[in-house]
């Protein structure tokens, strides 16, 4: 398996709803990521996780929370978000947490505030 | 200061022409490496190469060739024959080895049409 599994791939939600958005990957990867893209813009990095340790938080707004419950699994919680959040939710892991290893990316997921 | 820098924000070719995609970097770090993604529309950033400092040798992997040159602190992408298929938005990125965390530092991408 050399994939990493986000789902869902679309979410609408309300802007007092609380959703939660799902990364998974099977090869081991110690290293696991939450990006943010705005259209035609590159990927902003949001979290980092190394050995299921939160090890970087991008000043990002406390209603994303982020979760890594084992070393296979990446959650993003949502709550009260804002129409400007309205972006491709990409997860990426990496082999280990350290330079020059690369990301293996996932699909993403589009998420739309209403 | 911006380190990785796409100039060409847009390109648009002929099916079967070659093209190339610029990348010039910025780093004071002795190690580091250069990456290259390309993002179809369907959103999956999928990794295409990796170089490290120490290697200048370029790399040929089928229509694709990578050329980096320290000198000039490029790292460019040549897709010959083009089809298609690669219409994309291709991204540049560099992660330096005196970071002590692996965060990849992307260019604004290249927005690249290939006409039928």
């Known amino acids: 398996d050399t994939e990493v599994t986000q789902t869902p791939k679309h979410l609408v939600m309300g802007m007092t709803n609380k959703k939660s958005l799902k990364c998974e990957q099977h090869?081991?990867?110690?290293?696991m990521y939450w990006y943010k893209q705005k259209a035609k813009k590159p990927p902003e990095l949001m979290f980092v996780?190394?050995?299921?340790?939160?090890?970087i938080n991008e000043s990002v707004p406390s209603r994303f929370s982020p979760e890594c419950p084992n070393s296979s699994l990446l959650n993003l919680h949502l709550h009260a978000l804002q129409p400007e959040d309205s972006a491709l939710y990409l997860c990426?892991?990496?082999?280990?947490?350290?330079?020059?290893?690369?990301?293996?990316f996932g699909s993403g997921t589009r998420l739309t505030i209403v | 200061a911006q380190k990785v820098t796409q100039a060409q924000t847009e390109i648009s070719v002929v099916e079967k022409e070659d093209v190339t995609l610029d990348c010039v970097y910025e780093?004071?770090?002795?190690?580091?490496?250069l990456f290259w993604y390309k993002q179809p529309p369907s959103g999956e950033l999928v990794f295409l190469i990796r170089?490290?400092?120490?290697?200048?040798q370029n790399e040929i992997s089928g229509r694709y060739s990578w050329n980096f040159q320290k000198s000039t602190s490029s790292f460019n992408f040549t897709i010959t024959a083009s089809q298609v298929v690669d219409s994309a938005v291709y991204f540049c990125?560099?992660?330096?080895?005196?970071?002590?965390?692996?965060?990849?530092?992307f260019g604004k991408g290249t927005r690249l049409h290939i006409l039928p």
């Open positions: 990426a892991s990496s082999q280990e947490p350290y330079p020059g290893y690369g990301y293996t």
């Open positions: 090869m081991g990867h110690r290293a």
């Open positions: 996780y190394s050995y299921e340790k939160l090890s």
């Open positions: 780093t004071r770090d002795t190690t580091y490496y």
């Open positions: 170089r490290n400092s120490f290697d200048e």
């Open positions: 990125a560099l992660s330096e080895a005196e970071r002590r965390d692996d965060k990849i530092i």
